[in-house]
């Protein structure tokens, strides 16, 4: 185990709501990055944060935010859900922008 | 540019046998090269990590080579065990500029007793 944690571990909502999802780091690490997993694929980078500062943005849209907290938590949102936003969201965590990232076990969102 | 090509997209071993996995990249800027393994429902788990100064890594049954020039790396793992089917990912990125991971497609990997 990574140590990191992320809830719920599954999610189902209906298309056009909105949804956030929770990360906590592993102990000591300051950065925090979103992955989103579609089924039988790898995971696609959404964002990272480090210190409470949004620090790269991948090929997603404003829909998708992101914030990180001063014990360096980090929430993920999505607004305006679309069928093809089901996915596992994945969290990852690492000290001062350290390319070893340790990931959490996933969050499954079902959008219907 | 950006992208990282695995192959094959899966992969069916006996016990004992040493599979093989590839991958490319074509974005120079890229010096660190991870291996996730990940099981149905959860998250992936970083294996193992080479850099390009490197040819080859080894930790315990798993080692990485790798090909600066033909922007190619690849695992193999050493005397497999059913234990190891799992999907496999590999990865690359920019150290210390790391906006992002840029991962795979993925590899399934089944070994039979």
């Known amino acids: 185990e990574t140590g990191v944690t992320q809830s719920p571990t599954h999610l189902i909502k209906t298309r056009g709501q909105q949804v956030t999802l929770r990360c906590s780091s592993q102990?000591?690490?300051?950065?925090v990055s979103w992955y989103q997993q579609a089924l039988g694929q790898g995971p696609q980078f959404i964002f990272q944060?480090?210190?409470?500062?949004?620090?790269g943005r991948g090929n997603f849209p404003p829909r998708f935010s992101g914030l990180q907290f001063p014990n360096y938590s980090s929430e993920l949102n999505v607004n305006a859900l679309e069928l093809d936003d089901s996915a596992l969201y994945l969290c990852?965590?690492?000290?001062?922008?350290?390319?070893?990232?340790?990931f959490g076990p996933g969050t499954r969102l079902l959008v219907l | 540019q950006q992208q990282v090509k695995q192959s094959p997209q899966s992969l069916i071993v006996q016990k004992g046998g040493i599979p093989i996995i590839n991958c490319a990249y074509e974005?120079?800027?890229?010096?660190?090269f991870p291996w996730y393994q990940q099981f149905p429902g959860k998250g992936p788990a970083l294996l193992i990590a080479?850099?390009?100064?490197?040819s080859e890594k080894k930790e315990g049954r798993f080692t990485i080579s790798f090909n600066k020039s033909a922007k190619q790396f690849s695992l193999h793992i050493m005397d497999s065990q059913p234990g190891d089917s799992a999907t496999y990912f590999c990865?690359?990125?920019?150290?210390?500029?790391?906006?992002?991971?840029?991962f795979g497609t993925g590899t399934r990997l089944q070994v039979f007793p």
């Open positions: 990852a965590s690492s000290l001062d922008l350290q390319e070893t990232q340790y």
């Open positions: 102990s000591g690490h300051n950065t």
């Open positions: 944060y480090y210190r409470e500062e949004e620090n």
């Open positions: 974005n120079t800027a890229f010096d660190y």
């Open positions: 080479i850099r390009p100064d490197v």
């Open positions: 990865a690359a990125s920019k150290s210390y500029n790391t906006d992002k991971l840029i």
